[in-house]
């Protein structure tokens, strides 16, 4: 499950959102495991200290002298706050960084036209350490921080280091909350189910756009490699929350493609 920043600073809507994640993590059907984003808490932070902030098609520009300040952030404030909302509803919580968590080590990410920085992407991890915790009832609660061959602490985008959890742990389903209600098509209507051929055209159109790219590329990830469906939906619906213990639809559905031979 997947949370942005915008999902953390919503007062009541948080805290309802919080009661559904762990009404879900208690159900019969599945455990949970959080991993969270922080954009908004990390941008105010870096301005305050006079540092800009660049994004490249939703991926956050890490030069070396802000990776101190984003792991400060997002695997410090952000993640203990999650932690302490779940305390509070008598969840046991376990805050880590997906590094720690899963022992992933993850390479430098390229992109075509500018130098990322200390940005990476998961390339492996071990789920021994997290299935642990599910077993013991604790909720997972994972920063998007990753470790480099050298041990360099890596910023990895936040949708795509949940794409990377789900396939290491073998999740049956990846959540991406967002403050939208799924991906939709130029009209602003909904689109129930998708798959690349249409999902790259829509980029093309530029109807899929900045945070959402990422997105839309996590779930094709999961479901083209990984073999695990992927919803997008809103974090502001808590009903839509509930509703993945029933595996009644939600948002938007990226599956496992039929060929694959995975059942989701």
Request: proline content about 3%; aromatic content about 2%; hydrophobic content about 45%.
């Amino acid at each position: 499950m997947k949370l942005g920043g915008e999902a953390l600073r919503a007062g009541d809507a948080t805290d309802r959102l919080m009661r559904a994640l762990v009404s879900l993590h208690r159900g019969e059907r599945c455990g949970v495991v959080i991993v969270h984003g922080g954009g908004k808490a990390l941008t105010e932070h870096l301005s305050s200290l006079g540092l800009y902030s660049q994004m490249v098609d939703g991926i956050r520009v890490t030069p070396r002298e802000q990776i101190d300040h984003v792991v400060e952030v997002l695997a410090g404030k952000v993640n203990v706050s999650i932690v302490s909302m779940l305390h509070v509803l008598g969840q046991r919580a376990l805050g880590l960084t997906a590094g720690q968590a899963l022992m992933a080590t993850a390479a430098r990410a390229v992109h075509d036209s500018v130098d990322l920085g200390h940005v990476g992407t998961i390339q492996s991890g071990d789920a021994s350490l997290v299935r642990m915790v599910l077993r013991e009832g604790y909720l997972p609660v994972l920063s998007p921080i990753a470790f480099g061959e050298e041990g360099e602490a890596l910023n990895i985008n936040a949708d795509a280091a949940a794409a990377s959890v789900a396939s290491i742990l073998g999740a049956c389903l990846l959540v991406l909350l967002t403050d939208v209600i799924g991906i939709c098509d130029a009209g602003g209507d909904l689109l129930p189910e998708l798959e690349r051929a249409r999902i790259d055209t829509l980029i093309d159109q530029g109807v899929i756009s900045d945070g959402m790219i990422p997105k839309a590329h996590a779930a094709l990830e999961c479901a083209e490699h990984c073999g695990t469906a992927t919803v997008i939906s809103s974090w502001n619906d808590q009903s839509a929350v509930e509703a993945l213990a029933t595996g009644n639809p939600i948002g938007t559905r990226i599956n496992a493609p039929k060929c694959a031979g995975v059942v989701t």
